[in-house]
């Protein structure tokens, strides 16, 4: 049991570090349809506000994600591509350590 609690642990910590962070607003409908109507009106405003927090150590916006294919000559899969402000997520998820060749995304290579 004490194995299976570990392995949830090292879970749930690699999914805030790698894909959620620590806190994601939305609107309300967003996450049912994951369409550009469901984005938030004023989150602009909502982002500089929040970034101006003193506990507040990143804050990044996103824009709105696109579904698509990806394959390759073995296989294929579904895909979700999400936009990213790339100084920003650098400092917040662990994705940049995670890149075996290449480099992370720039400003100015999107």
Do not use: D, W
């Amino acid at each position: 049991m004490a194995f299976y609690t570990g392995m949830i642990e090292q879970r749930i910590n690699a999914a805030i570090s790698t894909e959620l962070s620590h806190l994601q607003l939305h609107h309300p409908t967003f996450r049912n349809e994951y369409e550009i109507p469901y984005h938030l009106p004023q989150g602009r405003a909502m982002l500089q506000k929040i970034s101006k927090e003193a506990q507040v150590k990143v804050a990044t916006g996103l824009g709105c994600g696109q579904r698509g294919m990806i394959a390759s000559a073995s296989g294929s899969s579904g895909i979700y591509h999400q936009r990213v402000m790339p100084a920003e997520e650098q400092r917040l998820t662990n994705l940049p350590g995670k890149i075996v060749e290449g480099n992370f995304f720039t400003s100015e290579n999107q």
